[in-house]
């Protein structure tokens, strides 16, 4: 882990100091964030509880020890950042108006025709920044934060839940029922009706 070791270098502005985005330390960052999530201790359901900052601090020290990452403000703001960015190309592949949106696998980007971006960015001006720069923690904070932001387009109502179990029900029913019938058994046999 040598390419870890170095801190990140801070720069000052108008109101303080600014630290630097250092991609090995948002790499270390989410690949700690999942290890947290599939521990489970924190887990709600729009990603995490209150104390998981704290966590996540203690985490990335072992794996970043001289990054002196603390959970407020460093951690607090990038995991803002990350969601926000990350919640910008979830609803560009999965929400409304993102026909002709794809996702390149390798490249780990959204890829559409230059016509199909300038109709996109009229109406999700916060989109323009992702034309060309790649997003590598996708399927990571999916992972975390997919059911905050659930579509109608895959979205059931407990109605529409009700009656996809009874035809299940009734499937399993009938296959059950045929494979009584084919074997020439009876569909209400018990223990007490058989010879044991």
């Known amino acids: ?10 720069s000052q502005n108008s109101r303080g100091s600014k630290r630097k985005k250092v991609p090995e330390e948002d790499a270390a960052l989410v690949a700690c964030m999942v290890d947290l999530y599939n521990v489970g201790t924190f887990n709600a359901n729009t990603g995490f509880k209150v104390g998981y900052l704290n966590e996540l601090e203690k985490l990335l020290e072992k794996v970043l020890p ?16 990350l969601k926000r960015d990350w919640s910008i190309i979830y609803d560009m592949r999965s929400g409304k108006n993102n026909s002709g949106l794809g996702w390149d696998e390798h490249r780990q980007l959204v890829v559409a025709e230059d016509a199909v971006w ?6 999700h001006k916060e989109a323009g920044q992702f034309k ?3 997003f590598p923690y996708y399927d990571q904070l999916t992972f975390i934060y997919a059911k905050d932001r659930a579509t109608r387009r895959d979205a059931q109502t407990a109605a529409d839940i009700i009656e996809e179990t009874d035809i299940e029900d009734v499937a399993t029913t009938n ?11 009876e569909a209400d046999v018990s223990f007490d009706d058989m010879d044991l």
Do not use: W
Request: hydrophobic share 25%.
């Open 66 to 81: 001289q990054a002196m990452l603390k959970a407020k403000p460093n951690l607090k703001l990038r995991i803002r950042t």
């Open 1 to 10: 882990m040598s390419g870890f070791s170095q801190p990140s270098v801070s």
């Open 175 to 185: 296959t059950h029922e045929e494979r009584n019938d084919f074997h020439g058994c």
């Open 118 to 123: 300038n109709l996109y960015k009229n109406s």
């Open 132 to 134: 060309h720069r790649s």
